[in-house]
């Protein structure tokens, strides 16, 4: 009679034993990048004229270039920049490219960055720049950080609302392959929806119990949701507001995860607090951890892929690492 309540035990215990001894991967294809700055890095972007020019920007104003796709890079100051701005995102389309970040700074350059021009925004602007997108010659879309959406046609001489309203504090927002956007409520306790065709956010209620961290897209409609906890949830649909039960990788790790990327439809890494790095090479059936990693003393706190053999992770004191393979080594 005691053999079902044994059974059930048993079962507990062998998936607790798999959480806690993930596999450590035998070849970690990331080396670290010295970089001249001790600041945060936020984000990373390279022209689409010249693959191997490359642009990082961070808080106090770091702003960093790179000509040889991202080994090594150099300091740029900008006249007028305030020390302590907080420079969020970066991206470029050819050889035009937009930064955006706080207090309400916007920046565009029309020749891949030899020369940056500062874009006044108006005081009556909803909240601060957070996600700057290159769209094309004189197109961006700019969403701030309580989720007011503007897109401009003329190089930033207009804007105009891609949304009717704003949504509040939001503390992370991702921008899909058609300019939809999943944004996370400052508190994590629901998450917002945008597309295009809507002018208006859906709000969703988080199913877990634990709050959500970040939220990101993935390939064919599909999308990844990091809750606090290292949980992981996936949706094969990121309109229907239905995912998948939450996992725990990593259930022996105690830093929580931060950000996820894929680096093509099957190979899915994420990245999180003390360094931690783990990846799935099925799509999240399947994990393994950088553990060689482990001795950088440094948050991870966002990583990306411009191609399956060019990716970065970025991290506080100036924390860069490169994906290096047989091809890019």
Do not use: C
Request: aromatic share 10%; no cysteine.
């Amino acid at each position: 009679m005691f053999k079902p309540l044994r059974l059930v035990l048993l079962v507990a215990v062998s998936v607790l034993l798999m959480a806690a001894g993930m596999p450590n991967m035998r070849v970690v294809p990331w080396q670290q990048v010295e970089v001249p700055t001790q600041n945060i890095l936020l984000d990373i972007a390279f022209t689409g004229t010249t693959p191997s020019h490359g642009w990082l920007v961070g808080d106090k104003a770091t702003l960093l270039e790179s000509r040889d796709g991202g080994l090594h890079w150099q300091v740029r100051e900008l006249p007028g920049l305030e020390p302590e701005a907080y420079l969020a995102s970066i991206s470029f389309a050819g050889a035009e490219g937009w930064v955006a970040g706080q207090p309400k700074i916007l920046l565009h350059t029309l020749n891949e960055g030899s020369d940056w021009t500062s874009i006044r925004l108006n005081n009556q602007l909803p909240g601060e720049p957070l996600l700057i997108q290159a769209l094309g010659p004189g197109a961006a879309e700019m969403v701030t950080n309580v989720g007011a959406i503007y897109r401009t046609e003329d190089g930033g001489q207009t804007w105009h609302a891609q949304v009717d309203e704003p949504i509040g504090a939001i503390k992370n927002i991702a921008r899909g392959p058609e300019g939809e956007y999943l944004a996370v409520s400052s508190r994590g306790s629901f998450y917002f929806l945008y597309t295009p065709e809507s002018r208006a956010w859906k709000p969703y209620p988080r199913e877990s119990s634990r709050r959500i961290q970040n939220m990101g897209f993935g390939p064919h409609g599909s999308a990844w949701k990091l809750n606090q906890g290292a949980e992981i949830a996936f949706t094969d649909d990121f309109t229907s507001g239905q995912w998948s039960s939450p996992l725990r990788p990593g259930r022996a790790l105690s830093f929580g995860y931060l950000n996820a990327a894929y680096q093509n439809d099957h190979d899915l890494w994420v990245v999180g607090g003390g360094a931690t790095l783990i990846h799935s090479p099925d799509g999240g059936k399947t994990w393994e951890q950088a553990k060689k990693l482990s001795n950088i003393p440094a948050n991870f706190y966002s990583i990306e892929f411009f191609g399956p053999e060019q990716g970065f992770i970025l991290g506080q004191r100036g924390t860069l690492l490169r994906y290096v393979s047989s091809n890019n080594s």
